[in-house]
């Protein structure tokens, strides 16, 4: 058995049992792709990019079109027959009526459903009496057909004399009925054929015109733009029901397709339409205010092109809906520069200044009105504000102060145009214009002491960025502070007067002010205006700094402009616009006036006037030459009324002449041989004699050197 025995190893050699056995190092042949899997890849790639080609989708496009258009074709058909055969349409419109509480229009669906109802009733029962009636009709139509073509047979043997004629008639009739069965057999196969596919014929025409098909699966040129789409009452229904409120989703559904009966007419107004909805009971109007942004996406449009108000009716809003992008497009130059012959009237008149969002020109009111205008920075305050400005000045009775507290240059083709003219961003500059708006309560003062019944011409006092004059740290010699807004303040003080009391003699102050705060904008001076006015603000607690609450809670909505892209856009509060009943605010875009067009307004209305001496000195507090002054302030007018002059040298220095009285002026002049005379029966100071008095005054100066 052991001889059988085959060994499994074999003994290694002994001769080679001291050298290590050799290091083998596989190497792996390449790895080879499973076929299935590369044909699995290169199909794959086939099919997506057979999917993905265009000629694809157009085929896939075409399909779903034409599929949609059969399927949505046969839904609207079959919807229009159920309408008609059923009180279903009427049903509708009656949950909407109740939905919005309409109980008056609930009452008269009701009451035709009622009499469809019952009208439905007696056809049917029509229809049990209707075969005996056909029956009977049949026999007799039948009896009386015969009996008239034996009758025409009749005359026609007796005019042949051939007795057979009497029955031609009645066989033709009977070979009229034998053709028309024979037409029948031979065409009713084709058209038992072709019945189904004119029906589906029709039901895909039907589609096709209502465009019963996803919007991807439209044609390119038939594609609705919903930015561009017009705003039907569907299109309402749908934004305000998807807005978030359960309560209105809620009595939308239930009104069904109906929803439309809480929209009033949808109006064109201006760049956009105008629609008012009634609200269903339980939904606020704020309600609605909150989610303007999401109305307005909901509307395919951007939130400031929404704008939602409250009329005079009871849980109504009015919204406004522009056309897409119109409010992007500028509106065109200012009367003020297409009509060189245009003046002004500060009584009667009403300042262009713009357009309102219908499109509608928007005119502004002047008279006997102080205003405030506010805003962020670089908005376009400064250009609002001078427009206004610019028209008030083609008015030669009505005066200017102003002073610009920028300093940038944007007021000064005022130069030679108002008494008064400061310009500059440091505190003494604010000293001055604080002195200036002073010098107003003087002159107010004034007005009011003069007997009743004098009449005085508008006295315009301009402050723009008024935020640097509330924000100014400085103290007078006294202890008092020029800026703040305590009792102390001289320029808080100053204007408060002027609010009170100004508007009563025509003394006006206007403000422009940026970025509003209780700091730099006190509560007291912005109630104090009369038209207040705001571009885009920052926060709604702004708004209600610029514009007041009323106007905010009805509303008006400037934080939600956007900086930058509106500007010149203003919301206002005020009497002397026009703004649609039940608002407490209107949104006007503004014309805007660069610089130099400005300065070439500005000359047109210094032509009106004879002569306007502006006066730019900042009162350090020297001793001053009175002389020089009243002859600095009489400019090239020959003659200046003696309370022209008066009121001139109060602006030049409220401290020196603030207190002057025409005796103190009258004594200066004739110490000086220059004394005021009589002109047209008015006291008045001649330019000639003060110029002589000043000469001679240096020739004997020159005298005494001399000696």
Same mark, same amino acid.
């Given at each position: 058995?052991?001889?059988?025995?085959?060994?499994?190893?074999?003994?290694?050699?002994?001769?080679?049992?001291?050298?290590?056995?050799?290091?083998?190092?596989?190497?792996?042949?390449? %790895?080879?792709?499973?076929?299935?899997? =590369?044909?699995?890849?290169?199909?794959?790639?086939?099919?997506?990019?057979?999917?993905?080609?265009?000629?694809?989708?157009?085929? %896939?496009?075409?399909?779903?079109?034409?599929?949609?258009?059969?399927?949505?074709?046969?839904?609207?058909?079959?919807?229009?027959? =159920?309408?008609?055969?059923?009180?279903?349409?009427?049903?509708?419109?009656?949950?909407?009526?109740?939905?919005?509480?309409?109980?008056?229009?609930?009452?008269?669906? #009701? #009451?035709?459903?009622?009499?469809?109802?019952?009208?439905?009733?007696?056809?049917?029962?029509?229809?049990?009496?209707? @075969?005996?009636?056909?029956?009977?009709?049949?026999?007799?139509?039948?009896?009386?057909?015969?009996?008239?073509?034996?009758?025409?047979?009749?005359?026609?043997?007796?005019?042949?004399?051939?007795?057979?004629?009497?029955?031609?008639?009645?066989?033709?009739?009977?070979?009229?009925?034998?053709?028309?069965?024979?037409?029948?057999?031979?065409?009713?196969?084709?058209?038992?054929?072709?019945?189904?596919?004119?029906?589906?014929?029709?039901?895909?025409?039907?589609?096709?015109?209502?465009?019963?098909?996803? +919007?991807?699966?439209?044609?390119?040129?038939?594609?609705?733009?919903?930015?561009?789409?017009?705003?039907? @009452?569907?299109?309402?229904?749908?934004?305000?029901?998807?807005? &978030?409120?359960? /309560?209105?989703?809620?009595?939308?559904? $239930?009104?069904?397709?109906?929803?439309?009966?809480?929209?009033?007419?949808?109006?064109?107004?201006?760049?956009? !339409?105008?629609?008012?909805?009634?609200?269903?009971?339980?939904?606020?109007?704020? #309600?609605?205010?909150?989610?303007?942004?999401?109305?307005?996406?909901?509307?395919?449009?951007? #939130?400031?092109?929404?704008?939602?108000?409250?009329?005079?009716?009871?849980?109504?809003?009015?919204?406004?809906?522009?056309?897409?992008?119109?409010?992007?497009?500028?509106?065109? /130059?200012?009367?003020?520069?297409?009509?060189?012959?245009?003046?002004?009237?500060?009584?009667?008149?009403?300042?262009?200044?713009? +357009?309102?969002?219908?499109?509608? %020109?928007?005119?502004?009111?002047?008279? +006997?009105?102080?205003?405030?205008?506010?805003?962020?920075?670089?908005?376009?305050?400064?250009?609002?504000?001078?427009?206004?400005?610019? =028209?008030?000045?083609?008015?030669?009775?009505?005066?200017?102060?102003?002073?610009?507290?920028?300093?940038?240059?944007?007021?000064?083709?005022?130069?030679?145009?108002?008494?008064?003219?400061?310009?500059?961003?440091?505190?003494?500059?604010?000293?001055?214009?604080?002195?200036?708006?002073?010098?107003?309560?003087? $002159?107010?003062?004034?007005?009011?002491?003069?007997?009743? &019944?004098?009449?005085?011409? @508008?006295?315009?006092?301009?402050?723009?960025?008024?935020?640097?004059?509330?924000?100014? /740290?400085?103290?007078?010699?006294?202890?008092?502070?020029?800026?703040?807004?305590?009792?102390?303040?001289?320029?808080?003080?100053?204007?408060?007067?002027?609010?009170? +009391?100004?508007?009563?003699?025509?003394?006006?102050?206007?403000?422009?002010?940026?970025?509003?705060?209780?700091?730099?904008?006190?509560?007291? !001076?912005?109630?104090?205006?009369?038209?207040?006015?705001?571009?885009?603000?920052?926060?709604?607690?702004?708004?209600?700094? %610029?514009?007041?609450?009323?106007?905010?809670?009805?509303?008006?909505?400037?934080?939600?402009?956007?900086?930058?892209?509106?500007?010149?856009?203003?919301?206002?509060?005020?009497?002397?616009?026009?703004?649609?009943?039940?608002?407490?605010?209107?949104?006007?875009?503004?014309?805007?006036?660069?610089?130099?067009?400005?300065?070439?307004?500005?000359?047109?209305?210094?032509?009106?006037?004879?002569?306007?001496?502006?006066?730019?000195?900042?009162?350090?507090?020297?001793?001053?030459?009175?002389?020089?002054?009243?002859?600095?302030?009489?400019?090239?007018?020959?003659?200046?009324?003696?309370?022209?002059?008066?009121?001139?040298?109060?602006?030049?220095?409220?401290?020196?002449?603030?207190?002057?009285?025409?005796?103190?002026?009258?004594?200066?002049?004739?110490?000086?041989?220059?004394?005021?005379?009589?002109?047209?029966?008015?006291?008045?100071?001649?330019?000639?004699?003060?110029?002589?008095?000043?000469?001679?005054?240096?020739?004997?100066?020159?005298?005494?050197?001399?000696?």
């Amino acid at each position: 058995m052991t001889d059988n025995v085959v060994p499994l190893f074999k003994d290694p050699d002994p001769e080679q049992t001291s050298a290590p056995p050799p290091i083998l190092t596989a190497v792996p042949e390449p %790895a080879k792709k499973s076929r299935p899997v =590369w044909v699995f890849v290169r199909t794959r790639r086939t099919v997506v990019g057979a999917v993905k080609h265009e000629r694809t989708r157009q085929v %896939a496009r075409v399909s779903v079109r034409h599929g949609s258009y059969v399927i949505g074709g046969t839904r609207i058909v079959a919807r229009r027959a =159920w309408d008609g055969r059923t009180g279903a349409r009427y049903e509708r419109l009656l949950r909407a009526a109740e939905a919005a509480g309409n109980y008056e229009a609930a009452g008269e669906w #009701e #009451e035709r459903l009622h009499r469809f109802r019952t009208e439905r009733h007696k056809r049917r029962m029509d229809l049990l009496t209707a @075969p005996e009636k056909l029956v009977k009709g049949a026999a007799y139509g039948a009896g009386g057909s015969i009996g008239v073509l034996i009758a025409i047979g009749i005359a026609l043997a007796i005019a042949n004399k051939d007795v057979t004629d009497v029955v031609t008639p009645l066989m033709a009739l009977v070979e009229l009925i034998r053709l028309l069965v024979t037409l029948i057999t031979i065409l009713w196969g084709p058209l038992v054929a072709i019945g189904p596919w004119l029906a589906l014929a029709g039901v895909w025409a039907v589609g096709r015109h209502r465009a019963a098909a996803p +919007q991807w699966a439209l044609p390119a040129h038939s594609r609705s733009d919903d930015a561009s789409a017009p705003i039907t @009452p569907s299109i309402v229904v749908t934004a305000l029901r998807d807005l &978030g409120v359960a /309560p209105l989703r809620k009595a939308i559904t $239930e009104m069904g397709d109906a929803g439309a009966a809480m929209l009033g007419p949808i109006r064109i107004a201006g760049c956009g !339409v105008e629609v008012d909805v009634t609200l269903p009971s339980g939904v606020s109007t704020q #309600e609605v205010q909150g989610r303007r942004r999401k109305l307005a996406e909901n509307l395919a449009r951007h #939130e400031h092109e929404v704008f939602i108000t409250l009329p005079t009716a009871a849980r109504t809003v009015r919204l406004w809906i522009a056309d897409s992008g119109a409010l992007d497009e500028p509106i065109g /130059p200012s009367p003020l520069v297409t009509d060189e012959t245009l003046t002004a009237d500060y009584t009667k008149g009403k300042a262009p200044w713009g +357009q309102d969002l219908r499109g509608d %020109a928007a005119a502004l009111s002047l008279y +006997q009105r102080h205003l405030l205008i506010t805003g962020l920075s670089n908005q376009g305050k400064t250009a609002a504000l001078r427009a206004l400005a610019l =028209w008030l000045a083609l008015d030669k009775s009505v005066e200017f102060r102003v002073a610009d507290l920028k300093g940038a240059g944007d007021w000064a083709m005022f130069d030679g145009l108002a008494t008064v003219l400061i310009q500059g961003p440091t505190d003494e500059h604010v000293i001055e214009a604080t002195e200036m708006v002073e010098g107003l309560v003087a $002159e107010m003062e004034r007005r009011l002491q003069a007997p009743p &019944g004098t009449k005085f011409n @508008p006295l315009i006092g301009l402050v723009d960025e008024a935020q640097v004059a509330f924000m100014c /740290p400085v103290k007078d010699d006294d202890g008092r502070p020029y800026g703040g807004s305590k009792a102390t303040s001289r320029y808080f003080m100053a204007a408060r007067k002027v609010h009170n +009391q100004g508007r009563a003699v025509d003394v006006l102050l206007y403000e422009g002010t940026q970025d509003p705060t209780d700091q730099n904008l006190p509560k007291l !001076v912005r109630e104090g205006a009369h038209t207040r006015i705001s571009l885009a603000l920052g926060t709604e607690s702004q708004a209600r700094m %610029a514009l007041g609450d009323k106007a905010v809670d009805g509303g008006a909505a400037p934080n939600l402009l956007r900086p930058g892209l509106d500007k010149g856009t203003v919301v206002v509060a005020s009497d002397g616009i026009k703004i649609p009943a039940g608002q407490a605010s209107i949104t006007v875009r503004t014309h805007y006036i660069d610089t130099e067009t400005a300065t070439v307004i500005a000359e047109r209305a210094k032509a009106l006037r004879d002569g306007v001496t502006t006066l730019h000195v900042i009162d350090s507090g020297e001793e001053r030459d009175a002389l020089a002054d009243i002859f600095g302030v009489l400019g090239d007018t020959p003659r200046v009324l003696t309370a022209d002059v008066l009121k001139r040298l109060s602006a030049l220095s409220e401290k020196t002449y603030g207190t002057w009285t025409p005796g103190d002026l009258k004594q200066v002049l004739e110490e000086a041989g220059a004394g005021p005379y009589k002109s047209d029966g008015r006291m008045v100071v001649g330019r000639e004699r003060v110029a002589r008095a000043l000469a001679n005054r240096d020739d004997e100066g020159s005298a005494s050197a001399e000696a």
